[in-house]
């Protein structure tokens, strides 16, 4: 009899477990779906406000490869060389002429006749290029500001000990956050004015003093949506018309000033992704890069 009785108690039970389970899995994926878009129009508002940046310098962001390809050779034109450069300090534009060189082989001072010599290149290699430009225009990006801060604060020391009154007190500093002194307090921050200069070390210089773990944190994306960014951009760019895929083996022929415009325009991307992820980290809580 006690079995009996049992028996259904128990089917009962096991269904209704299975149920919230059910709705358990339910609400979970409910809150990813959610989640996942939300994602997905983070990383649009991100791209659209990287698009401004570009329009505000009247620089057309390269379309999908296969628009730009004519006859058989792969042309972007205009250059926009004087746009893209514009938006460097003059010690960031001397490290991005020497990236363009390394990359492509063209010198700063090469001719027209050299510039548009041709070149061959597989798909797969020119998304590496410009992905890989575009974290050096993020490392770039992050290494002048760190550099910008310390020699400012170097600048403060040096006020301190020689018995002058720092421009910026810690109390003024800490009202405006990280952003504003980096942004903008710190450009009001004067240089010392004795015999006893603080030495300006270049910022190729200071680059180049890195450790590896200073190197890696200057150049690794602070946010998971900036990587996604990176990834859906470059596919859209370099992905096969038909599959969509990147890695194909695909020769183009282009010419070396196609190639330094792909490889200046990516490193501007990456400089406009930093300030965007700055901006949108302030008002939204970006997902972090670990």
Request: aromatic content about 8%; proline content about 3%.
């Amino acid at each position: 009899m006690c079995l009996a009785f049992l028996g259904p108690a128990i089917v009962l039970a096991t269904a209704n477990m299975n149920r919230i389970r059910s709705y358990t899995y339910a609400h979970r994926r409910v809150a990813q779906l959610k989640e996942h878009e939300c994602q997905i129009a983070i990383e649009d508002v991100m791209f659209m406000l990287i698009f401004y940046r570009f329009s505000e310098i009247k620089v057309p962001l390269v379309p999908r490869l296969s628009r730009c390809i004519y006859n058989g050779r792969l042309e972007i034109r205009p250059s926009k060389d004087w746009e893209l450069e514009s938006i460097h300090s003059l010690e960031i534009l001397e490290m991005v002429k020497e990236h363009v060189t390394t990359v492509t082989g063209l010198r700063a001072d090469s001719s027209v006749t050299d510039n548009w010599a041709t070149t061959k290149i597989t798909r797969l290699m020119l998304g590496r290029v410009y992905v890989a430009s575009i974290l050096y225009g993020y490392f770039l990006k992050s290494a002048s500001l760190r550099h910008r801060l310390e020699q400012s604060l170097a600048s403060v020391n040096q006020d301190l000990r020689l018995g002058h009154k720092p421009p910026l007190q810690f109390q003024e500093l800490c009202p405006y956050g990280l952003t504003s002194l980096l942004f903008g307090r710190i450009s009001s921050m004067r240089c010392v004015s004795s015999n006893q200069e603080v030495k300006h070390e270049s910022l190729k210089c200071y680059v180049m003093g890195f450790d590896p773990e200073t190197l890696q944190r200057c150049a690794k994306l602070r946010s998971k949506e900036a990587v996604s960014l990176i990834e859906n951009h470059s596919h859209a760019l370099f992905g096969d018309e038909k599959t969509g895929l990147v890695e194909t083996d695909e020769v183009i022929l282009t010419s070396f000033s196609s190639l330094k415009r792909l490889v200046s325009e990516a490193v501007a991307f990456g400089t406009f992704l930093w300030d965007t992820e700055e901006y949108i980290d302030s008002v939204y809580k970006l997902k972090e890069n670990k």
